[in-house]
């Protein structure tokens, strides 16, 4: 067998290795996890929209602690940490040796997976620190972790470009993903043709309402942090429950707010019909 030869046989046991069983599962458990957590937050939102919210935070920490309140959270705690690990394996795996689809084996694509393989590895190690005890890890508050991260930031040589830049660039993301979402790019990805005709219908709502809040978020956390880069004030950048807080100070107060948490529970919804119709 030549050195060709026993590469090519290499990359075949490698492809098969990232098509497994295993981390088929994992990606479909990453995806229910997410759901959850959004779903969550979708809630508390809710809650902030209708009553103030009794001092919840409406972002991945306080989706945490509210788990945590519940009979059986901390299993429950354990598990959607394990299931976000799952997540990052997937990923991993398609950044290793590409996504399903046409395109799944580009540069691009695979870096991209990259990235949101590292992302996913931080998100599961805060909620399995949490679960172990760490209630620092995971539970503080996003809006002040944000603005920590953003006076680090500013302090350095350089530091109001490097967070306008980075503003910039989750402004941009945030369009994009509410973008894709109202075009409904997200059909490439499922198996919609497993789905009946009612299903396929709920799926398209709750993916574009879900998507385009989503994105909308984003898009305006994006826009604090360029703030903060131009008025040089770690102040002005928000975490996620800050940024929902802020469509209530909008002339539609909080049902423009109830809008953007009720779109995050669609999300929650749509993520969980990723882990059921998602093409892995």
Known sequence: MDISAAASK??????????????????????????????????????IALNGGGGKQADRGGALAEIAQKPFGHVLLWVLGLALAGMALWRLSEAAFGAAGPDGHKATKRLASGGRAVFYAFVSSSVLMFAAGDRGSGSGSGDAQSQDVTARVLDMPGGRWLVGAAGVGIACAGLWIAGRAALRKFHKHLRMEAMSPAVRRAVDVVGIAGGVSRGLVFAVAGGFAVSAAVKARSGEAKGM?????????????PWLLGLVAAGLVAFGVFSLANARWRRI
């Open 10 to 47: 290499g990359h075949g046991k490698a492809r098969r290795a990232g098509d497994s069983t295993a981390v088929e599962a994992a990606g479909r458990a990453g995806f229910a996890a997410r759901g959850v957590i959004y779903f969550l937050v979708g809630f508390l939102a809710l809650r």
């Open 241 to 253: 429950d800050d940024t929902l807080r802020a469509f209530s100070a909008t002339p539609a107060g």
